[in-house]
Every structure is written in structure tokens, then in C-alpha cells.
């Protein structure tokens, strides 16, 4: 059954998604209208990837949240697809809150995701209850089943948090369904239980795989929990995360966590823990394993930190991030726009060893909408004190990306290329000191800038928000440098 709240929702999204279109990003997933923040259901269903998100069609500012519905073969192109989800049942009256889904042997595809009650005191004061819930569908139309919530206060862990408890991930092994779930242990930090079903219904508490113990933030929100190459991965996105130097920075961060995991004892041992993103606007991803093996990961392309940073009169706020291919190497997660874009990468302009110091353009290099990679060495290691590149240039503003080999650090910095006022604009991250080369491969889509270095050993998201018209690329460094430059438009 349709309720009133979702086809209200799936109405007004219809109406109203032309307005959108021009502001529209050209190939990152973006809501139909209005809000949207994380990730949820990114998954396989029959043979396709479907993507729902955290979704307010009626304003560019959060709201009661539904579930936005798209769908794609290949990462780059989006269908979409009406609104699956809307808070329309007394346990989600205030929210569908993040989760994930998973494909049913009988063919259907089940959503768990968070439903969010907000209680108000006699004092006035608002206490809000998060619990697990079910819907289950056919790839457009869900039905949140009877049973709900599935999870719930009860199934906390002893000394959980009982008003933060949210963002399910399912997964299957064999025959048994498990789900890992955001939660505060009694310290007030995150911790992250795990749950496990026969059926995808009937769910029952088995381990807390990890916590927090305050050293990465507080709320954990968000968790991720997956095999790769021979490793075990956690990622949580942590509130309130501290800088630890370069390697984390503050406010909300996302975290990763590599070990071993042994299934028998569900005995999770890390390893190493690294940022997984070193830019300003990434945060919440979700992964899936795709149909070839490689596991993808897609984040939201804002942060909670930036929030009131936005275009002027634009009728979305939100965009996720290009897929990412994710690989260890050496205990370290690798991150690399998923191979797909290159399919519709197109006039390709490409120099090899210009020599640049002083700062230059160079013919057909420009743009606002592209993939560009750009390799610099010097003759010696220790020639150069920084290399830069400036991207949405214009005479007075532009986006920085500095290199600087003596300190191995990448620093971008977009206060010329961001609103007037004074806002979270630069940072900074070590890279690996390849005697003195570096590779950074840069997608832009209007306004979005994703730095993948060195093949992906860091990765970089932000935004910047000069006019759209500001297209040129500078390079400059101290002292003689050469680079390699190629640089693709695309053909959608
Ligand atoms: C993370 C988050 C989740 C929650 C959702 C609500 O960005 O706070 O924990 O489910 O957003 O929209």
C-alpha cells in the first residue's frame, strides 16, 4: 500500500524535478529535488546497482527524511527512480534514517534502515528513540512489514546508548544474514554491535566487534564492515573526531579500520587505522560488493561541518561522490574512481615534460568537467620546495592544490574559491615521498573536486563555489619541475 506520505512525496518530486536540472552536477548522483545526505541501500538487485539515499524533497535544508531511489548499470549513469520510503508509520514517524539493503532469495529486495520517534516531554525537552525497521519490495514499491521495529531498545547491547542507535549494514555469509549498527557505549563513544537472522527478520545480538573507547570521535554512525583482500575492513563515521597531526582532522571524519576477522568467533583484531578521506566534503559512504568482485564504495559529497556553504538559489543541496574501487595494499585502503568513467572520457589533450615554474597555462588545459592527471618529477629530490596547481580559475579566484615534497605533505586550499566569508577552506595531508614525483589525478564536475594521489594512496573531496565561468588551470612551483598532463572531456 502507497501511503498519503510517500505518494505526497513521489508527487512533488515529479513536479518539481525540472528545477533542478540545470544546477545538476553532470555525472555524480544527485537527489531528484531538495535535500539529500548519506548513502543507503547501495547494493545489487537483479544484476543492477541501486543507490537510495537520505532524502528532503521539499527544501534544500534536512527534514523528516525519506528514501530517495536510483539505479544504475554502471556507476556513472543514473536512472531514477520514485521516492521507496517515506516516515508514514508510528515507529519512523520522524525519520527513515540511514541503512542498506540486500536481495532476498525469493527475488524480493529487503530495506533495513532506522526509524526514528521523537518523544516531547512535559518539560519540553525531546527525546528521540531510534530503532531498526524492515521494508520489503520489488525494486520501486516497499512494504514496511508487520514485525517492525525488529530491532530495538531491548536489543541493545548492556551500557548502549539508548537514543543513538542507528544506520544498519546487512550482509550475508552462507546462509546467515548479519548487520553491523552505530551505537554509544557507556564511555559516550561509539561502539558497534552486530546482529544476526535466519531470515533478514527475526535478528538477535551477537558481538560488539569494536569500540571507540574516545580515541576516534564519539557517535560512531554509519559502520561498513566487509572482507577485502585477505582483510577485514570496519568503516564508521565518527562525530565530533579530533585531529591526531595530519592523519585525522576535526569535526565529523570517517575512519578506517583494517584488521583480521575471524567468522567462527566473530573475533575482530585491527591492524592499522587511517583516515579515508582527507578532504572537507566526504562523509557516510556505503560499499558494495559488484557483480565483477570489486567492492565500491560511494560517500556523501558534504559534511555536516559545511552545511550552510551552498550555491545561491539552487533547488538541491547534496551530491555523492563518484564510486571508488577500494584494494589493500601493504595494509593501506586504496581508493580510485571506479574504472567505468573511462568509458566516457573523450579528447584527450596531453603534454609530457613541460618544464613549469613560473606560472602557466597550457593550451586546452581548462575546464570544469573533467579527468585530468598530472605526474611531476624534478631532476633531483630536494630541488623543489612546492609544486601548485590552481583549478576554477578566474582572474581573481581559484581552487589550490599544493605539493610539497620537502615537508611530503598535499595541501588544497579554496578560501578564493569558496563563499565571502571566513569557512573551513584548507587542509592538509601527508602523501608518500616518491622521490619527489607525485601523481595527482584530479575529477572535476562543476563544482566538485576529487584529488586522487598516487594512485590512490589518499584521497581528497571538497567543493568549491566561485562562478562556474572560472575555468582556467594554473601550474607554478619554486623551482623547475616537468609534468605530464592528460586531460580528458567527457561524452556522456
Ligand atoms: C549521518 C546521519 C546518520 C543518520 C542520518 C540522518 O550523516 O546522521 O547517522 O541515519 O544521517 O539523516
Known amino acids: 500500500m502507497i501511503s498519503e506520505i510517500l505518494l505526497r512525496a513521489r508527487q512533488y518530486e515529479s513536479e518539481n524535478e525540472y528545477l533542478a536540472d540545470k544546477h545538476r552536477p553532470e555525472f555524480h548522483a544527485t537527489g531528484t529535488i531538495g535535500w539529500i545526505n548519506d548513502p543507503n541501500g547501495f547494493s545489487v538487485y537483479k544484476g543492477e546497482y541501486h543507490l537510495f539515499y537520505q532524502y528532503h524533497p521539499y527544501s534544500t535544508q534536512w527534514g523528516p527524511m525519506h528514501w530517495g531511489h536510483m539505479k544504475t548499470k554502471d556507476f556513472i549513469k543514473w536512472e531514477r527512480l520514485p521516492v521507496a520510503i517515506a516516515p508514514d508509520c508510528d515507529y519512523d514517524k520522524d525519520g527513515c534514517y540511514s541503512g542498506s539493503a540486500i536481495e532476498l532469495p525469493d527475488g524480493r529486495q529487503l530495506l533495513m534502515y532506522t526509524g526514528v520517534v521523537k518523544e516531547t516531554h512535559e518539560d519540553g525537552s525531546v527525546e528521540e528513540f531510534q530503532h531498526q525497521c524492515i521494508a520489503i519490495g520489488d525494486g520501486i514499491n516497499y512494504e514496511k512489514i508487520d514485525n517492525n521495529p525488529v530491532l530495538d531498545i531491548k536489543d541493545i547491547p548492556d551500557g548502549g546508548d539508548i537514543h543513538d542507535f542507528r544506520d544498519p549494514k546487512i550482509w550475508k555469509d552462507g546462509e546467515d544474514y548479519y548487520a553491523v549498527i552505530g551505537n554509544r557505549a557507556c564511555d559516550g563513544s561509539g561502539s558497534i554491535p552486530m546482529y544476526t537472522s535466519k531470515d533478514g527478520i527475526l535478528w538477535s545480538y551477537v558481538k560488539t566487534i569494536d569500540t571507540c573507547n574516545n580515541r576516534y570521535g564519539s557517535m560512531w554512525e554509519c559502520p561498513d564492515f566487509f572482507e577485502l583482500d585477505n582483510k577485514q575492513i570496519l568503516v564508521v563515521s565518527p562525530m565530533d573526531m579530533e585531529a591526531e597531526g595530519l592523519e585525522f ?162 595541501t588544497f586550499d579554496r578560501t578564493l574559491a569558496s563563499k565571502r566569508f571566513d569557512t573551513l577552506n584548507c587542509r592538509s595531508f601527508y602523501v608518500n615521498n616518491h622521490d619527489g614525483k607525485i601523481k595527482l589525478r584530479i575529477i572535476m564536475d562543476k563544482d566538485s573536486i576529487e584529488l586522487f594521489v598516487n594512485d590512490g594512496e589518499a584521497v581528497a573531496t571538497f567543493l568549491i563555489y566561485n562562478d562556474i565561468s572560472a575555468d582556467g588551470i594554473e601550474f607554478e612551483a619554486d623551482k623547475k619541475v616537468y609534468i605530464d598532463v592528460a586531460h580528458y572531456t567527457f561524452d556522456f
Request: proline share 4%; glycine share 8%.
Open 249 to 410: 582532522h576535526g569535526g565529523h571524519g570517517v575512519v578506517v579500520i583494517g584488521g583480521l576477522y575471524d567468522k567462527q568467533n566473530h573475533d575482530f583484531k585491527r591492524e592499522w587505522v587511517q583516515a579515508c578521506d582527507y578532504g572537507i566534503d566526504f562523509y557516510a559512504p556505503q560499499t558494495l560488493l559488484a557483480l565483477d568482485g570489486r567492492r565500491i564504495m560511494i560517500g556523501w559529497m558534504r559534511n555536516w561541518e559545511t552545511t550552510n556553504l551552498r550555491p545561491d538559489n539552487c533547488p538541491i543541496f547534496g551530491s555523492m561522490t563518484i564510486p571508488r574501487e577500494l584494494t589493500v595494499i601493504e595494509n593501506r585502503l586504496y581508493i580510485n574512481p571506479v574504472k567505468e568513467i573511462e568509458k566516457y572520457r573523450n579528447n584527450l589533450v596531453h603534454y609530457e615534460n613541460v618544464e613549469v615554474k613560473e606560472p602557466i597555462q597550457l593550451n586546452g588545459i581548462s575546464g570544469r568537467i573533467f579527468d585530468m592527471t598530472v605526474s611531476v618529477t624534478s631532476e633531483t629530490q630536494d630541488d623543489y620546495s612546492f609544486f601548485r596547481m590552481v583549478l576554477g580559475k578566474d582572474e581573481k579566484h581559484g581552487a589550490s592544490i599544493i605539493y610539497r615534497p620537502k615537508e611530503n605533505t598535499v
